[in-house]
């Protein structure tokens, strides 16, 4: 038999805005405030519940769900960390993290990953990477009827003075006692068009070499 369920939910309204549920922790004036927990009921021999947050429906614009970390009036902000589950059998992988945005008819959404900018010091960095040895992959999607999406790696520029710009590298990857990866730069093939162009310059100056 299924165990009962709980339920928080905002009271409905025929015309008006439906109220809100929150659930929240203790504050606190001089301790750590409490914390707030929300999670999926785990099983001994089946799958562990899951965990849905989802944003409303609308008959015109539909509701976003934000995630944030809390601020710091000294210290450091507060993170956001997503992770999937690891996995313990002898041949079981850990979960997968996806970030995508839905269809649509016209357009789809956009997926947007930056770090902060700093007043005075460098900007927040930003890593991609897979574990030992699995592939990584970056891509656009290409389009039935208009032109393919493009893709760019640019590093950042400097308004400080005699500061150098930013470096973008792209090199293969090494090897202890075999052959070292490879690095290719090429421009996209057609089947009835031309080929695309690859192109390899150096930067210009207004006053020096």
Request: avoid cysteine; charged fraction near 10%.
């Amino acid at each position: 038999m299924a165990g009962g369920t709980s339920l928080v939910s905002g009271g409905s309204s025929a015309s008006g805005v439906g109220g809100s549920a929150a659930v929240s922790g203790g504050m606190s004036r001089s301790g750590a405030g409490g914390s707030a927990s929300l999670g999926a009921g785990s099983s001994d021999e089946s799958d562990g519940g899951s965990l849905d947050l989802t944003g409303g429906s609308g008959g015109s614009a539909g509701g976003s769900v934000r995630v944030v970390g809390g601020s710091g009036s000294a210290g450091a902000g507060g993170s956001v960390l997503m992770s999937s589950g690891e996995g313990f059998g002898a041949s079981s992988s850990s979960g997968s993290v996806s970030l995508s945005t839905a269809d649509g008819s016209s357009s789809s959404g956009s997926v947007s990953l930056s770090t902060g900018s700093a007043g005075e010091g460098d900007g927040g960095s930003m890593t991609l990477s897979t574990g030992s040895g699995g592939p990584l992959s970056i891509s656009v999607g290409a389009s039935g009827l208009g032109e393919g999406g493009s893709a760019s790696m640019s590093a950042g520029g400097t308004a400080a003075p005699d500061m150098a710009g930013g470096t973008s590298l792209v090199s293969g990857g090494s090897s202890a006692s075999g052959v070292g990866g490879s690095a290719a730069v090429s421009g996209g093939m057609s089947r009835s068009g031309a080929g695309g162009s690859a192109s390899l310059g150096a930067g210009s100056s207004d006053e020096s070499d």
